[in-house]
């Protein structure tokens, strides 16, 4: 017996505007019931790639299938997916309740149906108390919530989500991460999150998939791409700090800050120290280059009492779990932004 079909499959996908490649011989399949990220800094093309699946955006070549139908050519009506956008477009003068059901109305719903099909979303995302208040009234995490809810209304097999929280602040991003992932995962339905952010790729997805202009350059689970990036480019792109590039080689050494333990070895020198949410950053000088690391309020306490100018730590780097990468680093290119900061 076959397996079933992907929910989402691309095939060498293209896009080219004028002389530039937005999306250059892109394939990747989407599991049935799955929630895979695409990862990417501004300007990579990720936001074109969804457009195309979305049916919004008409490739220069390449294959979009759907549950095993080729969907290429055909118009975002007649795609049967679910889309919630950057900047959810709820409309204004329609009721919580009516937004949700446009969905299926558009799909020709019986206007009873579809208020039922609505009702179900809502009380799925917990809005149910809020169908009768219209867009103006909720806080931007409610919008988010009523965005989703409209996409899960038309019984969609697949959600296109574009950077469903980058319009939130960054208390309420990290609170709806976890909400956003309970969510898709009681749905059922597959799902294609377009990311900047790697904290949000990493806590909602199974899978990410890292997108460098306009090609992919690595796909796995979320814990196996930050624990193993293919690149040096993709560490850095993912927050890896230590890396440092291995004259002639071509490579380029990674250090996890696993790699890094406290404690033991011999005492560096500290030369930095910056205080941050949730503990310290601090820069020590050690032979294989400036490593820096986060200490938690309890580790800090490693560097009381000393005076800044001898301040020291004993650290010892593990070889075994360091990593030894092909260095794609252009020199030309700018330094990939740090988790959370980059545009979308």
């Given at each position: ?10 095939q ?18 989407v599991a ?19 457009r ?15 549950a ?10 007649a795609?049967g ?38 009702q179900e ?39 296109l ?12 991003r ?24 790697q ?30 990036p ?19 080689t ?70 075994a ?24």
């Amino acid at each position: 017996m076959s397996s079933p079909a992907p929910a989402l499959s691309i095939q060498r996908l293209s896009k080219h505007y004028g002389q530039t490649a937005a999306v250059n011989d892109f394939s990747l399949d989407v599991a049935n019931g799955e929630t895979l990220a695409l990862l990417g800094p501004s300007g990579c093309g990720k936001s074109t790639l969804l457009r195309m699946v979305a049916g919004l955006e008409r490739p220069d070549s390449g294959q979009i299938r759907m549950a095993g139908q080729d969907v290429t050519r055909e118009p975002p009506e007649a795609r049967g997916v679910g889309m919630v956008f950057q900047d959810y477009a709820l409309f204004p003068h329609l009721s919580v309740l009516d937004n949700v059901a446009y969905g299926p109305r558009m799909r020709r719903v019986p206007r009873a149906e579809a208020q039922r099909c609505a009702q179900e979303a809502l009380a799925l995302v917990d809005l149910s108390a809020l169908a009768a208040r219209r867009p103006d009234e909720l806080s931007g995490g409610q919008q988010q919530r009523v965005a989703v809810a409209r996409a899960l209304a038309t019984g969609a097999g697949l959600l296109l989500l574009d950077e469903p929280l980058s319009n939130l602040d960054e208390k309420l991003r990290h609170e709806l991460r976890g909400e956003l992932k309970t969510l898709l995962a009681q749905t059922r339905a597959a799902a294609l999150l377009v990311t900047h952010d790697q904290r949000e790729a990493l806590a909602v997805a199974q899978r990410v998939a890292v997108m460098r202009a306009g090609q992919l350059v690595q796909v796995d689970s979320a814990a196996e791409l930050f624990a193993r990036p293919a690149t040096a480019w993709v560490a850095a792109f993912l927050g890896h700090s230590n890396i440092f590039a291995l004259p002639g080689t071509g490579q380029a050494r990674v250090i996890p800050e696993q790699a890094l333990r406290l404690g033991a070895g011999d005492p560096w020198p500290v030369t930095r120290t910056q205080l941050t949410d949730s503990g310290q950053e601090v820069t020590v000088r050690h032979p294989l280059g400036r490593l820096k690391l986060h200490l938690s309020p309890r580790e800090s306490q490693l560097l009381e009492g000393v005076p800044a100018s001898g301040l020291q730590l004993r650290l010892q780097v593990d070889e075994a779990t360091t990593l030894l990468l092909p260095d794609d680093r252009a020199s030309d290119e700018p330094a990939p932004a740090s988790p959370g900061t980059a545009a979308g």
